[in-house]
């Protein structure tokens, strides 16, 4: 996976974190729910991300 990628990912998680939060803080279930979907699929991101780099280093491990 490529690095910006991966810093869109994080990217992606943060936004969820802080949607959650504003949504917890002003009692708006409906963007407290939204952040919490934004984290769930930027972990599924995340959780590619690195299958891809295991591929990757095994990949690299068989080179040598």
């Known amino acids: 996976m490529g690095l910006d990628d991966k ?3 994080g990217a992606e998680e943060a ?3 802080v949607k959650e ?6 009692n708006n ?3 407290a729910a939204e952040g919490k979907g934004d ?3 930027a972990d599924v991101k995340q959780a590619g991300d690195k ?3 295991a591929a990757h ?6 080179k040598h």
């Open 57 to 62: 280093d095994a990949k690299d491990a068989f």
């Open 21 to 26: 939060g504003v949504g917890n803080a002003t």
């Open 15 to 17: 936004k969820g974190k």
């Open 7 to 9: 810093i869109k990912h």
């Open 29 to 31: 279930d409906d963007l």
């Open 51 to 53: 299958v891809g780099d």
């Open 39 to 41: 984290q769930a699929s």
